[in-house]
């Protein structure tokens, strides 16, 4: 087992995993920039080390800076949390390189997985269901015209190197075609230096569901059910629930088996997602797969009563899984709450929390790096707390979860509390009759 772990992250996700590695008598290294000196992680791990200023280029993007850092605290492994060097296959191998293990993907497997189309012809030859599209990145104009009038419209253009949202355009009709190829490309272009597109069929009132894996060094893989993550804003997930309200137990079961099959296919190591559109028909299409812990990730470990951070940390100590699949056995949902105004366009609001009182009490879990005093830095993600409640329904985890939000006080900065709040008494939310598009028609109340 590993003696000492280097977070190489920020924020509540570097709590989450000090915590755990706590637990199994890991020391913990936390890495900050200048902007980060009072977070909490930085205090509650054994040693931490500053690895730059305040931009996340010249910090927690920074390899060389984090790799010094875990070879002057002796640290025997990197965590990488989510978002930053998590799904970054050259910080992968540098760590392979210098001795150091990477409690994720192989660089290789997060290339062939990171690049959406590869990854979609790995999951054909899999045999796991993917959406109808073009095979690879399309050459020309001429070509995506082709295939959209053969695949029939709607379509969705992506980008191959996409994420958050960049570079994706759906379209509607061939008359729409050559205007969004072009704003797409360009936009794909700045983004990420690559301008390469694919195209799929738009899929009808599309549900974003996804599969929890855990594959070991020894080939075998288990899925740990599903999450909803249909509510969305900008493909920005806002809250998460499991199991999904659209689920049966054989479209569990068949997603279920076609994620494990994939995880194996590959001979994935590690925690990871295997995403998911569901059709209104309940046909369900490979999106993409995370090579790393989620968001979302807590409301799994509710239901199942399992910490998907301890099972990284064994599995990348070469400790094979039981290899049995796991079903949701309670109701558990999460809410984002992050430092941005509802009210205003979700207008991002960094600054000093005044005053700060986390909701308690049966089935409640809050996953925070902030407190009354805590200035929200401007430079990176604005979530600043995942609320959790778990019971025995969802109409109980809803109760739950209201209550909870009505408790939780944050001042001094705009928070998504009240959008949340709202979310609990929307007719189609509590229904469980809600997809992808369902931000396109909410409104905040006043």
């Excluded at 253009?157 to 759906?170: D, F, H």
């Excluded at 199942?304 to 049995?324: M, N, T, W, Y």
């Excluded at 609320?387 to 969802?394: E, F, G, N, S």
Aim: aromatic share 8%.
């Amino acid at each position: 087992m590993f003696k000492k772990i280097l977070i190489a992250n920020r924020g509540e996700i570097a709590l989450r995993v000090i915590r755990t590695c706590k637990e199994m008598n890991i020391k913990t290294v936390a890495v900050y920039s200048t902007a980060d000196a009072e977070s909490l992680h930085v205090r509650f791990a054994d040693e931490a080390v500053c690895i730059g200023p305040a931009p996340s280029s010249e910090s927690y993007l920074k390899m060389s800076n984090i790799i010094a850092a875990a070879e002057i605290t002796n640290a025997d492994a990197i965590h990488p949390g989510y978002g930053f060097l998590a799904e970054n296959a050259k910080f992968s191998n540098l760590c392979e390189e210098h001795g150091i293990k990477f409690i994720g993907a192989s660089g290789q497997m997060i290339d062939q997985m990171g690049d959406k189309a590869s990854a979609k012809a790995t999951m054909i030859a899999a045999g796991v269901p993917c959406i109808p599209g073009s095979e690879g990145i399309l050459e020309s104009f001429e070509e995506t015209e082709r295939l959209a009038k053969e695949m029939g419209y709607p379509v969705m253009l992506k980008a191959t190197a996409g994420g958050g949202g960049k570079g994706m355009r759906a379209v509607l009709t061939a008359d729409a075609l050559r205007d969004a190829w072009d704003s797409a490309r360009q936009e794909a272009k700045a983004a990420f230096g690559n301008d390469g597109m694919y195209m799929e069929k738009l899929i009808e009132e599309p549900r974003h569901i996804e599969i929890q894996v855990v594959g070991d060094s020894f080939g075998k893989a288990c899925h740990l059910s599903e999450r909803d993550c249909s509510i969305q804003r900008r493909h920005q997930k806002l809250t998460e629930e499991t199991p999904s309200p659209f689920m049966t137990d054989e479209l569990r079961e068949a997603m279920g088996q076609a994620a494990v099959k994939a995880s194996e296919f590959i001979k994935y190591e590690g925690a990871g997602t295997v995403e998911f559109l569901v059709d209104k028909h309940r046909n369900f299409y490979f999106m993409e797969m995370n090579t790393r812990i989620q968001v979302e990730h807590p409301i799994t470990e509710q239901v199942i009563d399992f910490d998907l951070i301890r099972e990284q940390i064994l599995v990348a100590a070469g400790v094979p899984i039981s290899g049995k699949n796991y079903l949701p056995q309670l109701h558990s949902i999460e809410c984002r709450i992050n430092a941005e105004d509802p009210y205003n366009n979700f207008r991002p609001a960094p600054g000093k929390i005044t005053t700060f009182h986390a909701p308690g009490g049966h089935g409640v879990r809050i996953d925070t790096h902030v407190y009354a005093g805590y200035s929200i830095p401007p430079n990176y993600d604005s979530m600043i707390a995942k609320l959790i409640t778990t019971a025995q329904t969802r109409e109980e985890a809803i109760n739950k979860m209201k209550r909870a939000l009505d408790e939780f006080v944050i001042e001094g900065v705009k928070t998504t509390i009240p959008f949340h709040r709202q979310l609990m008494d929307d007719k189609d939310y509590l229904s469980g009759n809600y997809t992808t598009k369902f931000m396109e028609d909410f409104k905040m109340k006043s």
